[in-house]
């Protein structure tokens, strides 16, 4: 139990679908992070939310939106996607965003654009 | 810029042998330093992290890595493996950046151990 929960696991979606993935943790933390994670690239970090406020986007599609609407909650919303934004997305949180804080992943989103 | 390199995308090694997974960095400015495993089908957990103070640093599971800095090095160790280690295996770098402490992640190292 990491303490760190999404939903759903699996997604399958067409590139005119709106969807949207969620994330939870228990931990009492400031701070939550959304990362893609495709094969053979290094994590991406899309956002950071401290304290219910965006700290970080970067540079991310505006096909994505995130929304933080308490300290426990952070939705990352989808719409008219590409398949090449098929990947992992993980969510993660930190007692605040400070660089030496461990971060708690969830253990993501495995999502697949037809 | 600063950047985080593994340079084994993937290492086999028989179970009981000893394993080093590489990391190097390159950064002018302080550094926090981490390694993350990600098992199959869940989310990356810590192992270790080097914060300040002793180069040397234990982890879960029986790892180690050590801090080099003069060779912006954070190989990770273990001297003898198991198969519940197969998993990839993730360096984390933070870089203190107009003070805003900016986390990069290696592209990981799978680790797989052979019976």
């Known amino acids: 139990e990491t303490g760190v929960t999404q939903t759903p696991r699996h997604l399958v979606m067409g590139m005119t679908n709106k969807k949207s993935l969620k994330c939870e943790q228990h931990?009492?933390?400031?701070?939550m992070y959304w990362y893609k994670q495709s094969a053979k690239k290094p994590l991406e970090l899309m956002f950071v939310?401290?304290?219910?406020?965006?700290?970080e986007n970067n540079s991310v599609p505006s096909r994505f939106s995130p929304e933080c609407p308490n300290s426990s909650h952070l939705f990352l919303h989808l719409h008219t996607l590409q398949p090449e934004d098929s990947a992992l997305y993980l969510c993660?949180?930190?007692?605040?965003?400070?660089?030496?804080?461990?971060?708690?992943f969830g253990p993501g989103t495995r999502l697949t654009v037809l | 810029a600063q950047s985080v390199t593994q340079l084994d995308s993937q290492v086999p090694v028989f179970e009981e042998a000893p394993v080093e997974l590489r990391c190097n960095y390159s950064?002018?400015?302080?550094?926090?330093l981490f390694w993350y495993v990600q098992y199959p089908n869940q989310g990356l957990q810590l192992l270790l992290k080097?914060?300040?103070?002793?180069?040397l640093v234990k982890g879960i599971n029986g790892f180690e890595a050590e801090f080099n800095k003069s060779q912006t090095s954070f190989h990770l160790r273990k001297p003898s493996v198991h198969i519940s280690d197969t998993a990839e295996y993730f360096c984390?770098?933070?870089?203190?950046?107009?003070?805003?402490?900016?986390?990069?992640f290696g592209t990981g190292t799978k680790l797989q151990v052979i019976p």
């Open positions: 993660a949180s930190s007692p605040r965003d400070r660089g030496l804080d461990t971060q708690y």
């Open positions: 931990l009492g933390h400031n701070a």
């Open positions: 939310y401290s304290l219910e406020e965006r700290v």
């Open positions: 950064s002018s400015v302080s550094v926090y």
């Open positions: 080097y914060l300040s103070g002793s180069t």
């Open positions: 984390a770098v933070t870089f203190s950046s107009g003070g805003y402490q900016k986390v990069t």
